[in-house]
Nanobody, 124 residues
């Protein structure tokens, strides 16, 4: 069982930056692939970024490539999402997810555990 707790959301002006954190419980953090998803009001949940168990393999949605960076700190059982050059269309609730598998995926339905979400609001 893994519990995920996100933090770091907030209100920021367009062009600004935020760093989201996702703290995971349990001693097997390194066996989980991790990802960030987001959901805007009235829209489906969408993939943002994922990172492999080792941290050596990452992937991003086209809409955030070059602006967002996902990373993990094994010693802290934490995964981060650094978000730069934020745009109003990045406004959403951001969710951290964990998957007990070495196979990378962007499909939300294949992730086993989810955090409660953190709100990111970007003003124009």
């Amino acid at each position: 069982q893994v519990q995920l707790v996100e933090s770091g959301g907030g209100l920021v002006q367009a062009g600004g930056s935020l760093r989201l954190s996702c703290a995971a419980s349990g001693r097997t953090f390194s066996t989980y692939a991790m990802a960030w998803f987001r959901q805007a009001p009235g829209k489906e949940r969408e993939f943002v970024a994922r990172i492999s168990q080792s941290g050596g393999n990452t992937a991003y949605a086209d809409s955030v490539t070059g602006r967002f960076t996902i990373a993990r700190a094994a010693a802290k059982n934490t995964v981060y999402l650094q978000m730069n050059t934020l745009k109003p269309e990045d406004t959403a609730v951001y969710y951290c997810a964990a998957r007990l598998s070495a196979v990378p995926t962007v499909a939300a339905r294949l992730y086993d555990y989810w955090g409660q979400g953190t709100q990111v609001t970007v003003s124009s």
